[in-house]
């Protein structure tokens, strides 16, 4: 079992920076697949980034590679996400997600723990 809590989001013009953070209770992260997710108004959640439980190997949608850094730090059992020239589009509450697997998915539905998600709103 994992608990998780998202934190720092909020309002910023496009081109700006956001790093968002996700700690965890109970089990450690090493166990498992960490990632990110957003949905934005009227639209179904999104995946944006993952990471794997050994930490060695990240997996980005297209829409944010080069823009966006999945990261952990193990000892304080938090995952970051770091977003830079964000845009408009990027509007959303961004969502973390653990996965009972070492290697996670794209998909929603292989994840079994999410926190309550935080909103980042970029305006133009």
């Known amino acids: 079992q994992v608990q998780l809590v998202e934190s720092g989001g909020g309002l910023v013009q496009a081109g700006g920076s956001l790093r968002l953070s996700c700690v965890g209770s109970?089990?450690?992260?090493?166990?498992?697949?960490m990632g990110w997710f957003r949905q934005a108004p009227g639209k179904e959640r999104e995946f944006v980034a993952a990471?794997?439980?050994?930490?060695?190997?990240?997996y980005y949608a297209d829409s944010v590679k080069g823009r966006f850094t999945i990261s952990r730090d193990t000892a304080k059992n938090t995952l970051y996400l770091q977003m830079n020239s964000l845009k408009p589009e990027d509007t959303a509450v961004y969502y973390c997600?653990?996965?009972?697997?070492?290697?996670?998915?794209?998909?929603?539905?292989?994840?079994?723990?999410w926190g309550q998600g935080t909103q980042v709103t970029v305006s133009s």
């Open positions: 997600a653990a996965a009972p697997t070492l290697v996670p998915g794209r998909t929603s539905d292989q994840y079994n723990y």
């Open positions: 109970g089990r450690t992260f090493s166990w498992y697949g």
């Open positions: 990471l794997t439980g050994s930490g060695s190997s990240t």
